[in-house]
């Protein structure tokens, strides 16, 4: 085998591990990003439902607060 023959080989087997190289690279990087792409949509998830939660809490006391606020301009006493 010729020395350009070789070299020409050398190169073509350098480019196809460099490829697959790349290829292994972009494929942890794309899952690593679906990794976080599934924690941040169940971090929304359980956001939105200790915000909800929250927000129930909070009407019941602005309900309550209204009821006392009420009872107290009709002049009543708490007991």
Do not use: H, P
């Amino acid at each position: 085998m010729s020395s350009v023959s070789a070299a020409a080989t050398s190169s073509v087997a350098r480019q196809l591990r460099d490829d697959w190289d790349n290829r292994e690279y972009i494929e942890v990087v794309a899952e690593n990003i679906k990794k976080i792409s599934d924690f941040l949509c169940s971090f929304d998830l359980s956001c939105r439902t200790k915000l909800a939660t929250l927000n129930e809490k909070l009407n019941l006391l602005e309900r309550k607060i209204e009821f006392l606020e009420a009872r107290v301009t009709k002049g009543e006493t708490l007991n």
